[in-house]
């Protein structure tokens, strides 16, 4: 059974920064990313990454977050900078076995960017 294990969210003030992290056991995965919902807002893809390393980012992200894997640790990271108050959300770290394609999801972790 694939378990998702998330760190690092927390309360910041707005130009912080947070690095978040979540690692998975007992597979490989082709793609990881993270995705955030924000109170009265869908859901978002923020950032992906295949086990090549190819990234992809939401137009709202790109140039202050970075998503990086480590794949023999089976972990993903975003770092965040420059973080504004729009960007408070429940994170979520999502990946894709490579075996079945099946989709696995961490518990989330609360991001709070204050003004």
């Known amino acids: 059974q694939v378990q998702l294990e998330e760190s690092g969210g927390g309360l910041v003030q707005a130009g912080g920064s947070l690095r978040l992290s979540c690692s998975a056991s007992?597979?490989?995965?082709?793609?990881m990313g993270w995705y955030r919902r924000a109170p009265g807002k869908q859901p978002e893809q923020v950032a992906t990454i295949t086990s090549g390393g190819s990234t992809n980012y939401a137009g709202s992200v790109k140039g202050r977050f970075t998503i990086s894997r480590d794949n023999a640790k089976n972990t993903v990271y975003l770092q965040m900078n420059s973080l504004k108050p729009e960007d408070t959300a429940v994170y979520y770290c999502?990946?894709?076995?490579?075996?079945?394609?099946?989709?696995?999801w961490g518990q989330g972790t609360q991001v709070t960017v204050s003004s």
């Open positions: 999502w990946f894709r076995r490579l075996s079945d394609t099946g989709d696995y």
């Open positions: 007992g597979s490989i995965f082709s793609i």
